[in-house]
């Protein structure tokens, strides 16, 4: 009898901890989430994955770093403007 007192009462400690588990992960889910200052916006990043997947549809498939907007494309329109300045020798 003894055996089976402590086994229903370790199973009842066993429900009661995972009740209680329970209850403190959903009340952590009902929480705003925080926000750092200089963080990113969640909704800004939505809107930008959004405009970036426009522009990756448009490149060319044979250049995945541009794709991934990590190296510019080969076939892009734009014109860049270098300016080389030659500087004097260091004096030693």
Known sequence: ??????????????????????????????????????SSKPDVVANMTLL????????PQDEPLAELGVAPSRTSGE??????VEQPPAPR
């Open 52 to 59: 970036g997947n426009s522009v990756a549809a448009q490149a």
């Open 79 to 84: 014109v860049v403007n270098v300016v080389v």
């Open 1 to 38: 009898m003894q055996r089976i007192r402590v086994a229903t009462t370790g199973l009842a400690l066993v429900v009661l901890l995972i009740t209680i588990a329970s209850a403190i992960f959903s009340s952590v889910d009902r929480q705003a989430p925080v926000e750092a200052i200089g």
